[in-house]
């Protein structure tokens, strides 16, 4: 006999699995944090929490989009799932082409629809669209992409939630300039740009932030780098820094230097 305790079983633990709040999966695209080096992180940040209240308050604007743009690797997927995390919203999803690799365009076109036929189930959703040129299967050498998704991508940009409920998107690219050929950027109604790290200001920021060396070692790094001029997204640079981080205390700074100059194009 089925009783009211196996419904709530179920609705604890099985239903879920569709109408999830993925918190577990938000995690791995924010696995190093969210490290405050400067003013436009702050911003991004706070740029997302208006856009959170504007889609959960107003009743005007059932449908909230807009695109976090930057160079490869400047943290635009961690901000995405972070926000999304900041809205706390019942119903969350992250449509990437790490959850489809293998399908064939039809298979990704549906997998991406079932997403959103489940947010509009929800009272409140959002959705994340990371790494738009890769969803649409976009290749510089051709160039190609997939016409299909892209359609099936601007129907669901322009298509409001049912009544009485609320849908934010958030997109995110390392391609503005092709997305602008397609026509999908003025889709989105607000662009919020993600910036690389481009001075020493910064990079000492993120070097304290995550107590990568020794006092000693900070200082010598900002003689080095001050006045100068780099550019590096965070997601690198982590990688540099943890590289660096494993030799010998007193060549750690030369050596992340060389890299610097080598990847960051940091002045010698
Ligand atoms: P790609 O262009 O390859 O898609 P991306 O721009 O999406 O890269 P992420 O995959 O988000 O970059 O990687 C950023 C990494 O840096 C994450 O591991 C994140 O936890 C970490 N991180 C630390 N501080 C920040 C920050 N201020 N903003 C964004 N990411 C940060
Ligand atoms: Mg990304």
Redesign the pocket.
């Known amino acids: 006999k089925v009783c009211r305790a196996d419904f709530m079983h179920a609705l604890k633990y099985d239903i879920k699995a569709a109408f999830s709040n993925s918190k577990e999966e938000f995690k791995k695209?924010?696995?190093?944090?969210?490290?405050?080096?400067g003013v436009p992180?702050n911003r991004v940040l706070e740029d997302g929490d208006m856009l959170i209240a504007l889609a959960r308050s107003s009743d005007r604007t059932p449908l909230v989009t807009f695109l976090l743009e930057?160079s490869?690797?400047?943290?635009?997927?961690?901000?995405a799932a972070q926000i999304a995390k900041n809205a706390d919203f019942p119903f969350v999803k992250i449509c990437s082409t790490g959850n489809m690799i293998g399908f064939h365009e039809a298979a990704k076109c549906q997998s991406i629809k079932k997403i959103f036929d489940d947010a509009y189930k929800s009272p409140l959703s959002c959705v994340i669209l990371d790494?738009i040129e890769r969803l649409l299967d976009f290749v510089p050498i051709g160039p190609r992409f997939s016409n299909l998704i892209l359609q099936a991508l601007l129907a669901l940009l322009k298509t409001s939630p049912p009544d009485g409920h609320k849908l934010l998107i958030i997109g995110?690219t390392?391609r503005k300039d092709v997305l602008q050929e397609m026509e999908i950027l003025n889709v989105f109604h607000t662009l919020v740009h993600?910036s690389s790290i481009t001075s020493s200001e910064h990079l000492i920021n993120v070097v304290k932030n995550i107590d990568a060396f020794s006092s000693n070692e900070v200082e010598q790094l900002k003689k080095k780098t001050n006045g100068k001029s780099l550019c590096i997204?965070?997601?690198k640079l982590?990688v540099q820094i943890e590289l660096v981080r494993q030799m010998e205390e007193n060549q750690r700074i030369v050596k992340f230097l060389c890299l610097l100059e080598e990847e960051a194009s940091l002045e010698p």
Request: charged share 15%; proline share 0%; hydrophobic share 40%.
């Open positions: 695209y924010v696995s190093n944090g969210i490290i405050k080096w992180v930057g490869v690797g400047t943290g635009k997927t961690a901000l790494d995110t390392s993600v997204g965070i997601k982590l």
